[in-house]
């Protein structure tokens, strides 16, 4: 089985920290993403990443950056948390076939 | 511009009775389609994929989708819903973007609850 895991499935931060979110996955895959699920407007996907050293900009990257220094990992970073990235965060990976497989997600307060 | 509409933002059941979840999509070529599920507090879990070929495509826990082009359709349906079928339901669309990569829009999401 496809394995995704999530550095933390809880996590507090104050205004202005620099968070890291970290994933990994056990598949060698090749495609690896990060989304926030906000109530209502559904998975949006903020960076992803075709390859080690390669990132790609989603639909919502403003405010995060991305590090993948090895296949099996990605990190998203919060450079200086804000209130309104209080959200859950789902990393996923794929390869060839566009299927995602999705960690537990971390659902991140800033207070 | 490609998307995925869920025109249903929450949905109640009767234990046993069918369910059919709605999803429209807007896509210019032949879309690959997915469902998804998501139980409280947890990732998202795929149910079922359509790529190509049969448009009626079976998935897990007995549910079952059918893709309908000429209504841009892909509709997630179960004869007889469990209690533990109460969770959030997304379906996706892929969008190539570069090679073998592709990214997934979704829809915003529908809430099942089941009734005893």
């Known amino acids: 089985d496809v394995k995704v895991t999530q550095s933390s499935r809880y996590l507090v931060k104050r205004t202005g920290e620099k968070v890291f979110l970290e994933c990994v996955q056990d598949?060698?895959?090749?495609?690896m993403f990060w989304y926030r699920q906000d109530p209502g407007l559904g998975l949006r996907l903020i960076y992803f990443?075709?390859?080690?050293?390669?990132?790609e900009k989603g639909d919502i990257p403003e405010g995060y950056s991305v590090s993948r220094e090895k296949k099996e990992r990605f990190s998203l970073i919060l450079e200086s948390a804000s209130t309104n990235q209080t959200s859950m965060y789902l990393c996923a990976s794929s390869s060839q076939g566009n299927e995602q497989y999705f960690g537990p997600g971390t659902r991140l307060t800033v207070t | 511009a490609q998307s995925v509409t869920q025109p249903d933002i929450h949905i109640t059941v009767s234990e046993g009775a069918s369910l059919e979840l709605r999803c429209n999509y807007s896509?210019?070529?032949?879309?690959?389609l997915f469902w998804y599920v998501q139980s409280p507090g947890q990732g998202l879990q795929l149910l079922l994929k359509y790529f190509s070929g049969d448009t009626l495509v079976q998935g897990i826990k007995g549910f079952e989708a059918e893709f309908k082009r000429s209504q841009s359709s892909f509709n997630l349906r179960k004869p007889s819903v469990h209690w533990s079928d109460a969770a959030e339901y997304f379906c996706a669309v892929a969008l190539r973007v570069s090679g073998n990569t592709g990214k997934l829009i979704f829809g915003q999401g529908t809430t099942l609850q089941v009734k005893p």
């Open positions: 990443s075709y390859d080690v050293k390669m990132k």
């Open positions: 896509y210019g070529a032949t879309p690959y």
């Open positions: 598949m060698d895959h090749e495609n």
